[in-house]
């Protein structure tokens, strides 16, 4: 049979964003795919090479416009380290509860889309997007705004914490801890949803380390390393959480890993309420600045929604003199032909869906 | 920190991955003053320790600076050294000319040099 090449997107429903795939199709399985990107490039590296180190955090938190306080606090801990500045103890702790809500807001955003693309209609949509509002409308009221934060500054937030904040943080991980396992038996006991995970863009334990895949793509194919236990930040390592693994390294798995790892920061923020200690968490105004000390390149890296985000800064007096961000769902994408080649065309939307691509951060 | 010589790159990362070295986190570049930079982020999973490779590369008049393809031993590499040769014109050896990952065209200026001008018409080569 000839081969065809078939051409979905750069606008299409299930590509998320704009990606533009040509897929060679024989019959209806996939000889090859070659993923075409940067329709969102907008040459955000340089931009920031121009602007001084506290104007950039809007250039960073459009970067992933699902968690736009992961590369806020990434940026941010980079110029602090650049500068030696320190953080605030309590402004420690509400970053780690800040950044799992964040976390658990982007999981659900794409749980909701990813069932809606695979034939669980609506339900799981309309709920995971209705529990996503109560998490963004808490981060509205610590931060100031709904979508893009702009909250953190050099030593702490951009402002104090409010009174209410820790029962209005109970009762939503409360709400949460009542909503989310109600998901299970929705997904887990619905044969379209299983039966178009299971065995679909298998990738093995050995080549997600060799091919760079990064977060619960990685973590789905039985490798454990998630940079919160491998090298922790902030309070993390006196936290008692697990990381949670896939067997098969399946879209399934995918699923899984992302679902426990909701479940895992609820138990996060708990803790962190429980221990914080009180105290201030305003941040230094964006004047009282030092310059940093030495031209020594940065290197930082966090656990982000999408994988592990790193930074590699090489700071000049005024501003970045080079900001290199590794984007980690750049290098998942990089993934797709190795994860579509031999599988069958109606499955590629599963591939893509499971890997949780956000463009704006893939084309920087 | 390990800064070696181009010429040195595939050995040094070839001992690195010998001793545990297997997981290819970043690749990116810096347009220093004087020099190119090439940095390799490369971590051991097992052991949880990170390990950074830094090439320097003579800056000439005539010719793009360049650096061998590390494909072979970290597949991981494939989308870093596109970037990296669309944004700082580093030449990759050892590998095909490809299709370009993020500009759709490359003009006679690369974006992330210093000497690359804004505002300035770069025109298709």
Redesign the interface.
Known sequence: MPNMRINIGPIHPSTHGVLRVVAYVNGDTIDSVEPH??FL?R?V??LME?RMYMQNPSYTEKLDYVAPMGWDELYVSSVEKATGATVLENAQYARVILLEFQRIASHLLWLGTFANDLGQMFTIFMWAFRERAKVIKFLEDVSGSRMFYVNMRIGGLNGELPEDFKERAYSLLDYLSERIPKYRSLLDNNNFFVSRTKGVGVLSKEDA????ASGPVLRASG?E?DVRK??PYYIYDKLKFNVPRGTHGDAFDRYRVRYDEMLESIKIIKQTLDLMPGGSVAGAKVKLIGQPAKPD?V?I?RELPRG?G?I?L?PDKQKP??I?M?SPA??NL?LLPKLAKGAKFADLFSIIGSLDVVFAEI?? | MQEIQKEALLKTLEELKSKGYRYLKYITAVDAPDHMEVVYLLANIESNVDEVVKVSIKKSESERPSVESVMNLFPAADWYEREISEMFGIKIEGRKTRRLLLEEWNGDGFPLLKSFEWGKEYHKR
């Open positions: 990107i940067g490039h040459g590296e340089k121009t380390i060799a091919y760079g490798v390393y491998s090298s390149p290197i890296s592990e790193i590699y090489v003199y080079r290199g590794r750049y290098i990089s084309d920087r």
